[in-house]
């Protein structure tokens, strides 16, 4: 009686992780693709991690009231309590960034003072809540000398010609999508759609030579939302990374 009713227990239970898992994966994807508004994708994450955990406490339960467990048992089970682990990681994770406190922003350059412009990425923009320019009156500038006082330029000793390769080198070894490059004006553009809410952030690279050199700035921006969690810092860096490696 014990061995069913604890099979019953990791079945139901891992029933439930795994509808709470899919039912946060396609919160997002869901407004990707059309079928609801942002709102009622983000309002279905808290349930649906609530179901994948209680799932896999129930999961959990059934699992060590079995004192010789089947291989199926033992794999029906650990796929329970995995998701529901796998929803406790997601879960600190975010409580983490939140804590961070990052400012509620979505604009970071390299060069506060003369940040590069969006040019071609201007029209793909053209429907998005948030526009291309640079914003300096909603407390930008100040938030990121504060937050992120390390976002830097990239200054190198080398020919224009060879920094505006390495630059546009570096933007197709992170798999941006390449709107334009224009050697002449140092300027490249590209945008990054992010996978599981589709989200698009623009990104604009300038090149230009100073006495001693190029200086590469570098700028992101969010389509939409008004702060990034770190997003657009972040992606910076990762730029930054791939020039210099």
Do not use: C
Request: proline share 5%; aromatic share 12%.
């Amino acid at each position: 009686m014990t061995s069913y009713t604890g099979m019953r227990l990791i079945v139901y239970g891992t029933i439930l992780a795994i509808l709470g898992a899919l039912s946060v994966l396609l919160s997002g994807y869901g407004y990707q693709w059309g079928w609801w508004s942002f709102g009622f994708g983000f309002s279905i994450i808290p349930w649906g991690t609530g179901a994948a955990v209680l799932g896999g406490i129930i999961s959990s339960i059934g699992f060590f009231r079995i004192p010789d467990r089947t291989k199926n048992q033992t794999i029906v089970g650990a796929i329970g309590i995995g998701l529901a682990l796998i929803a406790l990681a997601n879960i600190g994770y975010w409580y983490m960034e939140v804590q961070k406190g990052y400012p509620p922003i979505h604009d970071i350059t390299t060069d506060i003072q003369d940040p590069p412009q969006f040019k071609a990425i201007v029209p793909l923009r053209a429907d998005a809540p948030n526009p291309s320019e640079y914003i300096r009156d909603n407390g930008t500038p100040e938030s990121q000398r504060s937050f992120y006082g390390e976002i830097e330029p990239i200054i190198v000793n080398m020919p224009y010609e060879e920094a505006f390769e390495r630059a546009l080198k570096a933007v197709n070894e992170l798999s941006w999508t390449l709107v334009d490059e224009n050697k002449e004006e140092g300027r490249i553009e590209a945008y990054e759609k992010l996978a599981w809410y589709g989200f698009i952030d623009d990104v604009v690279i300038r090149v230009d030579t100073t006495e001693t050199g190029v200086e590469i700035d570098i700028r992101s921006k969010s389509r939409i939302g008004r702060g990034d969690l770190g997003v657009n810092a972040k992606r910076i860096r990762a730029y930054k990374k791939a020039f210099n490696n």
